[in-house]
């Protein structure tokens, strides 16, 4: 039918189901622009083309595709919602070049949060600095590109973080940045913790009360850190505070298929056992020392204020059918 998102869409949803695409930053940039080519496509054919009641049915249709894809990253549903609640026009090329106008704006404040953001957290690491980290965040990278930028020299620990081992990909990076790196396996990270000076992670989403939901594994690092006496900052750009959890809604945490764990053949010679991947946990505020924002740094507790300021109350679906 017409209201069937067009391909791009569909390829967009299918390589952010399988990781192709993933990181929640990355996630909601490629949802704005999956919601551009929507727009586009359906300008231009079929009953969308002429209709604009059609149209806006198709760009939701597309939301609601997107927004099925992964559940835990609340940067996805605020990506769709910032276009959508853009898309105006009593005609359909008024409703298209809002769409993709509003798509554009919401990738260059992306890039540009990412940028103010790793200015602050630079600020946190000084010149000398061992830094961990965990799974791989763009927003994380940023603070220790941006302090290396400043001058400052920074080495490197980096959690291979299992299952999916994200931690190479942080691990090139930072090796592009010039920055030496040392991997470690997941469970080495507490002997490792007594060479860091700081912990940097992510976040896919962040609640109202502070608590930061990010790879799992983060909560354990965050406990460890603090029994070491090591500061942990969570670097995240303000689309990663989740609006729902002001009116007391919880955060869902992706489970993931057993056979990114446990291959096949080796599940079988095991024989009956239960397998389960979560692929996120919650770290309760006390544990994390700083937010680190595109607005400054903020204590976790104090997070909400932000929140609101920024999301108000509610949290709309203009996807919804
Ligand atoms: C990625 C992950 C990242 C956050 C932040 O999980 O937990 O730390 O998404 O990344 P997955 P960014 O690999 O399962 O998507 O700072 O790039 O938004």
Redesign the pocket.
């Known amino acids: 039918t017409d209201t069937e998102p067009a391909a791009p869409v569909r390829e967009t949803a299918e390589s952010i189901a399988t990781?192709e695409i993933?990181?929640?930053?990355?996630i909601a940039a490629a949802a704005a622009e999956a919601l551009a080519e929507q727009a586009e496509a359906a300008a231009a054919s079929g009953e969308t083309a002429s209709d604009p009641t059609a149209f806006r049915a198709s760009m939701r249709a597309a939301g609601r595709t997107l927004r099925e894809t992964r559940p835990t990253?609340v940067?996805l549903p605020n990506a769709l919602r910032y276009v959508l609640q853009r898309m105006e026009g009593e005609t359909v090329d008024e409703l298209r070049r809002s769409v993709i106008g509003a798509s554009d704006a919401f990738v260059r404040q992306l890039d540009r949060a990412q940028e103010d953001l790793g200015q602050v957290g630079a600020n946190r690491l000084a010149d000398g600095d061992t830094v961990m980290t965990h799974?791989?965040?763009?927003?994380?990278l940023a603070c220790i590109e941006a302090a290396v930028d400043q001058g400052k020299s920074i080495s490197a620990v980096v959690k291979e973080t299992r299952p999916?081992q994200?931690g190479h990909i942080t691990a090139e990076q930072l090796r592009d940045a010039g920055v030496p790196v040392t991997l470690i396996v997941d469970s080495a990270a507490r002997r490792y913790l007594d060479e860091v000076d700081h912990v940097v992670?992510?976040?896919?989403s962040i609640a109202a009360d502070g608590g930061v939901i990010?790879?799992i594994g983060t909560s354990g690092l965050a406990v460890n850190a603090r029994e070491r006496g090591v500061p942990i900052m969570t670097a995240a750009q303000t689309i990663k505070l989740h609006p729902e959890t002001l009116t007391g809604h919880t955060i869902e945490i992706e489970m993931r298929d057993e056979s990114e764990v446990v291959d096949p053949e080796a599940r079988e010679e095991i024989g009956e056992i239960d397998v389960e991947n979560p692929?996120?946990d919650v770290t309760p505020p006390r544990y994390m020392d700083a937010i680190v924002t595109e607005h400054g740094q903020f204590p976790p507790e104090s997070i909400v204020t932000l929140m609101r300021e920024l999301f108000g109350e509610g949290a709309e679906e203009p996807w919804a059918e």
Request: proline residues 0%; hydrophobic residues 40%; contains cysteine.
């Open positions: 990781m993933r990181g929640a930053a990355t990253a940067s799974c791989h965040s763009t927003d994380a999916r994200q992670v992510g976040a896919d990010n790879k692929a996120f």
